[in-house]
């Protein structure tokens, strides 16, 4: 049986949990450059999933939070947890590895809430609106004045840009997955969540870790606070309110925040590595603002459906 169910995002979820997802995320490129200083790619995200894991685990067994009931949900959070924890960011970061430069890399991502508002129709059933498609269009314009202005778009090898693009399509893949497969279903505790998602990512980044990297780390206070941000604040906070974000709304209107990324991760950068961004950069992140507003408030054209079927 369906049923029609229509969701009215709360003040939080309509502006607190946004706001706070795109500062932490956004700070994410910053303590991730501080962290690549001491230790390689896979090695720092084979750190970090550990770590998360370990940290969340004794929180499991003290709260005595539910495993997930049956293969459906296992196969479901271990999907998003390989496209978003192992794809999106082992790639991306072994793209940048291979010369690709970080401008190219946002450049890419940027993409992300158009992929998102060209698929979404066909696999949620969410059409978007004349505005938000307008929103959309602005919040790109804005993203990429933001990243032209202000870096060199160098593409490195053809390996690590086809390494960005996978990671694209990815982080796509894996908001559109968890929005057809998790809306409106009460699913484990997100604390579960990030425990099975990161357990994914860390199955699979080690084996890479080993074969093609050092696995040498300087320790340093700058490295153990840049992983410590890494774990609490962008594995567990931002990825656990993305994908509560994307349950209660619509996947584009979730994803067109991440045309605010660069802009943000341009500002924090000022502060905590001294970077400057110029002033077309500051039109272009008014422009983004104004597109996410734009697709944030549009609404949809089709009122979401949810499967009230047993899951086996």
């Known amino acids: 049986m369906t049923t029609v169910i229509h969701t009215r995002p709360g003040l939080w979820w309509s502006w607190g949990a946004p706001i706070v997802f ?42 005595r939070l539910r495993w997930p009931a049956s293969r459906r949900e296992w196969l479901n959070i271990s999907v998003v947890g390989l496209l978003i924890q192992f794809v999106y960011f082992s790639f991306s970061y072994v793209g940048m590895k291979q010369g690709v430069s970080a401008g190219t890399v946002a450049l890419i991502v940027s993409l992300q809430p158009i992929l998102v508002g060209i698929c979404a129709p066909y696999l949620t059933g969410e059409r978007q609106s004349r505005q938000q498609w307008v929103g959309l ?20 090898t053809w390996t690590g840009l086809v390494l960005v693009v996978i ?80 349950r209660r709304q619509q996947a584009a209107r979730v994803s067109a925040l991440f045309f605010l990324v660069p802009a943000c991760a341009s500002v924090v950068a000022m502060f ?6 110029p002033p077309a950069g500051w039109t272009g992140m008014t422009l983004a603002v104004i597109g996410v507003l734009l697709a944030s408030s549009g609404a949809s054209s089709q009122a979401k459906q949810v499967s009230t079927d047993p899951v086996p």
């Open 22 to 63: 795109i500062l932490l995320w956004s700070s994410g490129f910053s303590f991730g450059k501080i962290g690549l200083q001491y230790a390689e790619p896979l090695t720092l995200l084979s750190l970090r999933y550990a770590c998360v894991v370990i940290a969340l685990l004794p929180v499991q067994y003290a709260l």
């Open 137 to 156: 269009a602005l919040g790109l314009a804005g993203a990429l004045i933001v990243i032209v202005s202000g870096s060199s778009l160098q593409t490195g």
């Open 167 to 246: 990671s694209l399509f990815a982080l796509t893949g894996g908001v559109l997955y968890e929005r057809t497969k998790s809306a409106g279903i009460v699913g484990p505790h997100p604390v579960t969540t990030n425990i099975i998602q990161c357990a994914i990512g860390l199955i699979f980044c080690v084996p890479l870790a080993l074969l093609m990297e050092t696995n040498r780390v300087d320790l340093s206070w700058q490295f153990g606070g840049a992983l410590a941000y890494l774990v609490f604040c962008n594995s567990i906070i931002t990825i656990s309110l993305l994908l509560a974000m994307v």
């Open 272 to 277: 905590m590595l001294g970077e400057t961004m």
